[in-house]
């Protein structure tokens, strides 16, 4: 059930609002020395890029915790010959990620999860200028590599900005999955979002339990899009 509480709505603006610049660049300095990591390790494997907010970073918890290490340890437990790097950093906005997707996209990606616009939402950005922004990362991934597989994790925010607003963000998701033909993930905060048990005391970022849920929420969405790359590989390979 899609619920969004109320202190999960005061807590999520101040938190998301207020994200310091302290550990935005240290999270930062942290997925470049993981990006240029997985440049040794992608010649034998795929890559999965999530790129996101401080919900893919796991802010809070050990990285390990993290949903996408969650993934890996799924993908690795399947005999999945994929690598998945966490490109997620606090405070990011469509803004700014669409200013840093360049450099993240310096080596090869297989698949890639977009997980960004919680933070727009949340600060009152106009619709428009989210649309933009997460539109033109998507083109900016399909010039880069067509045949990267692009998947685009849908969010929703607390009625703060009124309900017309609250409702117009929450369409931005399919419409452009619809648009793109890209696979959406419906709501990456599905069954975790309001449970007081499953998130921290900041009622905003999931526990590792939570990230466990969300792992479960990506993998559903993410399952068929490894196993089809990986039969066409196979194909191509002649396997």
Request: glycine share 10%.
């Amino acid at each position: 059930m899609r619920k969004l509480h109320l202190f999960y709505a005061l807590l999520g603006f101040m938190f998301f609002a207020s994200c310091g610049e302290t550990t935005k660049r240290e999270e930062k300095k942290g997925v470049e020395e993981v990006v240029e990591d997985q440049d040794q390790k992608s010649d034998e494997s795929g890559v999965i890029l999530f790129f996101g907010t401080s919900l893919t970073a796991g802010m809070g918890l050990d990285p390990n915790d993290a949903y996408p290490a969650v993934i890996q340890e799924k993908l690795d437990s399947l005999d999945l010959p994929y690598q998945v790097v966490n490109a997620g950093l606090s405070g990011e906005t469509t803004a700014s990620g669409r200013n840093r997707i360049g450099w993240v996209l310096n080596q090869e990606v297989d698949i890639f999860v977009l997980e960004l616009g919680a933070n727009d939402g949340l600060r009152g950005i106009p619709l428009d200028e989210t649309r933009k922004n997460l539109q033109a990362i998507i083109d900016t991934v399909g010039s880069k590599n067509p045949e990267t597989k692009i998947i685009l994790a849908g969010m929703q925010i607390p009625p703060n900005m009124g309900q017309e607003y609250t409702s117009e963000f929450r369409n931005i998701f399919p419409e452009l999955a619809k648009k793109n033909n890209i696979r959406l993930i419906p709501f990456l905060l599905e069954d975790v979002a309001g449970n007081p048990e499953l998130n921290q005391q900041d009622g905003i970022h999931p526990t590792a339990e939570g990230q466990k849920i969300l792992a479960e929420n990506v993998w559903e969405v993410l399952e068929p899009v490894v196993r089809g790359k990986r039969k066409e590989e196979r194909v191509k390979s002649g396997e």
